[in-house]
């Protein structure tokens, strides 16, 4: 695909290495013409440049491929057949904020995802939606954007849109489309959905904090998914939350800029994380995602695609430069930032339950 870019518009390729026969003896040999030449000499020269062409072609390729930044889909599905999984050097010091305050205090928070490496006005991303039927009643197990700063102490700001499991929560074991936020690192501000004031969501909004979603997808089959985003309003510095996978972009609500003052406008790290939640009496942590590895790919393994940031504007541009962040990789895994036409910048996360520690 991409030599045929390169080389413009395709040829058959024993067209292209006819002509080029032609320019080479009429160039380099004015005094002996093809038609001079015996069919064997003419076949022998013919085949010996073909067979330089295909070495150029495979060298281009080599060049390409080392040059770009990130791994195709393709190329991500060839080394998982080879049994190799891509990783990567690079990580991080995100803040992990306490995340189940709602009954309970988990001794264990994992997460596994990629985290821009410098300040952001926010992202938008699909985001496949996997259930957890099997999962104790305190534990959680979801998928989100976070917003956040970069420490974590008592001024501890942090913004959250996603999907999880929670059934201390719900009394059940259904997804749900969750919010949540803190400016005290969940000391005495902040809270999940509408269960304190802060969120204002929109009237007749397509997704209200709290709500069940359904069906979820299943392993090898159904791809289910929703995509949010969750950015700075360039006029009033409001964080605006919206479902983007209508047919149109509809408004769920906004967390007034006042809420979190230390992400006034802008986010110093923002995140998208598959994450768990569960204590140590649980005897084994949750399957985040899927419930299988990032290397199982397409159908098998959670998601987040199409991933887009927003400038200072509320344009949308690619990511470039994202940090690896996987807190537990003995237990839950995240694959490299790939490449597709269809989905645009993503990557795989996952992996199952009776994670300890």
């Known amino acids: 695909m991409y030599i045929l870019h390169f080389l413009g518009r ?5 067209a ?5 026969t032609n320019i080479y003896y009429r160039n380099c040999l004015p005094n002996f013409t093809i038609l001079k030449m015996k069919n064997n000499q003419v076949l022998i020269r013919m085949l010996f440049l073909i067979a330089m062409g295909y070495m150029v072609v495979a060298m281009l390729i080599c060049f390409l491929c080392a040059s770009s930044g990130l791994t195709s889909v393709d190329s991500y599905e060839r080394l998982q057949n080879n049994g190799t999984f891509l990783t990567s050097p690079r990580s991080t010091s995100f803040v992990l904020a306490g995340r189940n305050k709602y009954k309970g205090n988990n001794d264990y928070n994992h997460v596994a995802g990629w985290v821009t490496p410098a300040s952001s006005y926010g992202a938008r991303v699909k985001i496949g939606i996997w259930g957890s039927q099997v999962q104790h009643h305190s534990q959680e197990s979801g998928a989100a954007i976070s917003i956040s700063t970069d ?7 942090m913004i959250e849109a996603g999907f999880h499991v929670l059934p201390e929560l719900y009394n059940n074991n259904d997804v749900h489309f969750f919010i949540r936020w803190t400016k005290d690192d969940n000391k005495s501000t902040g809270c999940y959905n509408l269960e304190c004031h802060g969120f204002v969501p929109a009237s007749g909004a397509a997704l209200v ?16 998914y929703i995509t949010i985003s969750l950015h700075t309003d360039p ?28 992400l006034y406008g802008i986010a110093p790290e923002v995140a998208l994380l598959g994450f768990v939640n569960y204590q140590d009496k649980d005897k084994g942590g949750p399957a985040m995602g899927s419930g299988h590895f990032p290397e199982e790919g397409q159908r098998k393994a959670a998601y987040f695609k199409n991933i887009k940031l927003f400038d200072s504007k509320a344009n949308v541009y690619d990511p470039s430069g994202l940090v690896r962040l996987v ?8 694959s490299d930032v790939l490449h597709a036409k269809k989905d645009g910048h993503m990557f795989y996360y996952g992996g199952p339950a009776g994670c300890m520690g």
Not at 327 to 334: E, F, G, M, Q
């Open 151 to 157: 420490d974590q102490d008592k001024t501890y700001n």
């Open 16 to 20: 292209y290495f006819h002509t080029t």
């Open 235 to 262: 006029n009033t510095r409001d964080w605006v939350l919206y479902r983007d996978d209508l047919h149109k972009p509809a408004f769920l609500g906004h967390f007034p800029k006042e809420l979190c003052p230390r």
């Open 209 to 224: 904090p709290g709500q069940a979603v359904a069906p979820p997808s299943t392993y090898g089959r159904d791809d289910r």
């Open 327 to 334: 807190t537990r990789p003995a237990c839950y895994k995240v």
């Open 10 to 14: 395709p040829q058959p390729i024993y």
